[in-house]
């Protein structure tokens, strides 16, 4: 009896193990069904991204921006529960809105929120989805603590009470909602240094930061998107910064350094004046007069004004940070940049230029980027670039000059948080990682440009 059922058993095992078999592979092909149905689903989600606007391709740019943003819909409820939303927080801000010291010019975040707030009270069905954190980062973050003004304009004693209000803010967002921010002369990680390892807690991956100092390198990640960093000035008229550019390079500006004395001659503004790696005169049988003053000599800034607008390039080095205001003054006189580039320290190998998104060409278009190293042969660099291609940047920079003055910023905000919420729904949808507000954002910048 034993020995029938061990015959038995071998007769039926193949039949057990092909059995097994089969269930194995029709299970692996329900699993590759799913995933190719999911894999179709992503696709499709996909292809829903939004694309990003080129501004080299329309024949308006600032016309191409607010059209962008004219169909955006938005029902009744939803404008209500924004309008909500954006009016408690514009009240729980307000206490801390004192945005800078008497007699100083306004930088381009208090310009926005005038903007933003008289669209709330002129427009009632004004709705950009997003709820607009407005804080005077600048004030709070460096003012305040080094003891210059604080929340009762008195200076001489270190204030963190705008800081403190800013903590309560920012810890208590409705998470209904995703959030923007925009900083002029601050960034993330300064705010984090200041006001304490508190700030880490702060849910930063959900608000998007228009940042024009770009000084956090990938150690400190949040979604942030460049702007220009502006200071708010009497617009120089049209028929003057597109007036006919001499051959002419110009530099002027102070050594914006603050470090020991052997670290500032490094730096590209050290190097320019008499007797330095770039100094003025001609070369022979050059073409360029340049221009070019040692750094803290000072000029009249009518003067300065009359150097952008006539000279074919500005040196624009950077100061302590990434960036500097001379930068985007040059390009609002008409005057194409040059920008010194080094890697400052503990910083990602990058140069934070706003635009690339919607498709301005930097290097080799409206500026031309040279490395520290390379000052020595600048003048040799800039005489060899053919007329033509100096009349095609000219071209291309006069076409999107609109986004270096602050109505041009400001439609560029409102079209980039309106990118990233439609962003954002795709990749909430498909239940990626990127469904966090700014990796939305730069995942469809992969998409545009891979």
């Known amino acids: 009896m034993f020995i029938l059922a061990i015959k038995i058993m071998r007769l039926m095992l193949p039949l057990l193990i092909f059995e097994h078999s089969l269930a194995l592979r029709l299970r692996k092909l329900n699993l590759a069904k799913d995933d190719l149905n999911l894999k179709t689903q992503q696709e499709e989600l996909y292809h829903h991204l939004p694309e990003l606007l080129d501004v080299m391709k329309v024949p308006d740019v600032m016309e191409a921006l607010r059209s962008a943003v004219k169909d955006s819909s938005v029902s009744p409820s939803e404008l209500k529960a924004w ?35 008289g669209h709330m009270k002129k427009n009632p069905s004004f709705c950009m989805k997003s709820i607009f954190i407005p804080i005077p ?70 608000i998007l930061v228009f940042d024009s100092r770009g000084m956090d390198g990938s150690q400190i990640m949040y979604p942030r998107i460049p702007i220009p960093l502006l200071r708010q000035t009497e617009k120089i008229k049209q028929n003057e910064n597109q007036r006919q550019k001499q051959k002419q390079v110009f530099f002027a500006g102070s050594c914006h350094c603050f470090q020991a004395p ?82 400052p320290r503990n910083m990602d190998k990058f140069i934070w230029l706003p635009y690339h998104d919607i498709g301005v060409q930097w290097q080799h278009g409206i500026a031309e980027i040279v490395e520290v190293a390379q000052l020595k042969s600048l003048k040799k660099i800039i005489e060899s670039i053919p007329e033509e291609d100096i009349a095609r940047r000219q071209k291309m920079l006069k076409h999107v000059q609109p986004l270096f003055f602050e109505e041009g910023v400001s ?13 954002h729904r795709v990749w909430r949808d498909l239940g990626y990682e990127e469904s966090h507000l700014g990796r939305a954002v730069d995942m469809l910048r992969r998409k545009q440009f891979s």
């Open 137 to 206: 980062w600048k004030r709070i973050v460096e003012e305040g603590p080094r003891g210059e003004r604080d929340h009762e304009k008195k200076s001489g004693v270190k204030s963190f009470w705008g800081l403190d209000r800013a903590y309560e803010v920012l810890t208590s967002l409705d998470p209904k909602f995703s959030h923007f921010t925009v900083m002029s002369q601050s960034h993330v990680g300064q705010v984090i240094e200041v006001g304490g390892k508190r700030f880490e807690a702060v849910k930063w991956n959900n």
């Open 262 to 343: 052997s670290v500032c001659e490094t730096l590209s503004r050290a190097q320019m004046g008499p007797g330095k790696a770039v100094s003025p005169g001609r070369l022979p049988n050059g073409t360029y007069d340049w221009r070019i003053n040692e750094c803290d000599h000072a000029i009249p800034q009518e003067q300065f004004q009359t150097f952008l607008q006539q000279s074919t390039w500005t040196i624009a080095p950077t100061g302590s940070m990434p960036v500097s205001f001379m930068m985007y003054e040059a390009l609002q006189a008409g005057s194409l940049d040059i920008l010194p580039w080094y890697q």
């Open 411 to 423: 439609a560029y905000i409102t079209y980039m948080v309106r990118v990233a919420n439609e962003a």
């Open 83 to 117: 309008r909500h939303a954006q009016e408690a927080m514009l009240k729980s801000t307000a206490p801390i809105r004192d945005w800078r010291s008497e007699g100083s010019s306004p930088l381009y975040d208090e310009v926005f929120f005038k903007w933003f707030s």
